[in-house]
């Protein structure tokens, strides 16, 4: 069967809600993919920042295959080894917003949007409603998770969304102070934001929401979906003088398979109470057996100074080009801002050429490759990168 055949057999089975895909894929290997015609892919996308490991990592399949052939799936009416050992974990890894006793705990969900879901239903445990986010925020597709979520593209065709939400300048303190009263549940904020393109905030913005929410009485909720579990070269994209009330995380989380989490930090890891949430998969062995997997091998094969390393040697390859204005980001989450609206133009000549990435927007892209990138494999985009971009602006011209 062609790549071709399978996309017709694709547009007559499935919902059109993606548009047509860009390429069957049949199997990967660390970075590589290959699609049903045998054309091989290096992936600077990971999945959208979710394949950590890359693909068909042998720690990954171990710990699935040995979870699942020993204790697949069990409802939360009970729990297994996997979850409570993945929660310690968790919290272990935040070890400057959850000292010994503080009282950290975790919520597991199957997404992102579920992670947000369910951190959204906290903030109602607070007694208020009001929520502030920011322009240029993703949190999500659910009806919760989208009222947080500024674009009015996924928004508007969806209308009424759920509670009381202002939405402010990202990266602006003073409107962030502004909108902020004692009536605000919660500040929820991505440390980087990462479908807007990858774009980082001022040095102490993350500091100041921080002030500003206890100031007011709200929680600081981080969304670090995208950002979480080393993608930045550390395991969270804010630093450690950034105490959260609540850090969402998935994407990198699972390595590929479904996981997200609620963490729940100080009092916050406390405000739910049996029968206010609830979920049948999550949190289920498997996914957790998959989560500690990947947590363990990012410590054992020292992945986040890797990241650090392979990050700017991207950064330096990408910016190597005159069409590429400047690259922001950090670690191997990268977003390259380009001169002219070339970046859908970008990515399809650079699919051709056996490179897969993202546009975010007519003049924007995203890096986010699996944290197991090689130093090859960069040379290797780099060698191919001006060609690429060239080959793009002449489609243009
Ligand atoms: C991807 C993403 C989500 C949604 O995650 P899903 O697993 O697609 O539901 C939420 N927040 C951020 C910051 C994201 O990048």
Redesign the pocket.
């Known amino acids: 069967m062609t790549g071709q055949q399978w996309q017709d057999r694709y547009a007559g089975a499935l919902m059109n809600a993606f548009g047509p895909p860009k390429l069957v894929l049949t199997r990967g290997e660390g970075a590589r993919l290959w699609d049903a015609d045998g054309r091989e892919y290096l992936d600077l996308l990971g999945g ?2 979710v394949n950590a490991l890359g693909h068909a990592h042998p720690a990954l399949l171990e710990a699935v295959n040995r979870q699942l052939s020993t204790l697949g799936h069990i409802s939360n009416f009970f729990t297994s080894e996997p979850q409570v050992e993945l929660a310690e974990r968790l919290l272990g890894l935040l070890p400057a917003s959850n000292p010994a006793g503080a009282g950290g705990r975790v919520f597991f969900t199957n ?4 992670a ?1 879901e369910a951190a959204l239903k906290l903030t109602r445990r607070t007694g208020r409603t009001h929520l502030v986010a920011a322009e240029g925020a ?4 659910t009806m919760g ?1 989208l009222a947080l979520t500024a674009k009015a593209a996924y928004r508007t065709p969806f209308e009424p969304l759920p509670g009381h939400v202002t939405f402010v300048p990202y990266g602006d303190a003073a409107a962030l102070r502004a909108a902020t009263t004692d009536q605000t549940a919660a500040i929820v904020l ?1 440390p980087i934001q ?2 807007a393109g990858v774009v980082v905030p001022p040095e102490g913005y993350l500091a100041e929401a921080r002030a500003i929410a206890t100031q007011a009485g709200a929680l600081l909720w981080l ?1 670090e ?2 950002t979480g579990i080393g993608r930045t070269g550390e395991w969270f994209a804010h630093s450690a003088d950034v105490a959260p009330d609540l850090v ?1 995380v ?2 990198g989380l699972g390595g590929g398979i479904p996981i ?1 989490a609620v963490i729940g930090l100080g009092d916050a890891g406390r405000l739910f109470e049996p029968g206010n949430h609830g979920t049948t998969f999550g949190g289920n062995p498997v996914a957790c057996a998959a989560g500690l997997a990947v947590v363990e091998t990012i410590e054992k094969e020292g992945l986040l100074e890797q990241v650090v390393r392979r990050g700017r040697q991207l950064g330096v390859a990408v910016s190597a080009v005159p069409e590429v204005e400047r690259v922001e980001g950090r670690g191997l989450l990268l977003g390259a801002q380009l001169s002219d609206e070339i970046a859908p133009r970008v990515v399809a000549a650079a699919q051709e050429r056996g490179f897969l990435l993202n546009a975010t927007g007519p003049s924007r892209l995203r890096f986010a490759p699996p944290l197991v990138l090689t130093e090859q494999d960069v040379a290797q985009f780099a060698d191919a990168w001006p060609g690429i971009v060239s080959a793009a602006q002449e489609v243009h011209a």
């Open positions: 959208i920042a997404s992102g949007t579920e947000n993703f949190h999500g597709r998770s991505e990462g479908e969304d979906v995208q969402t998935a994407k997200g």
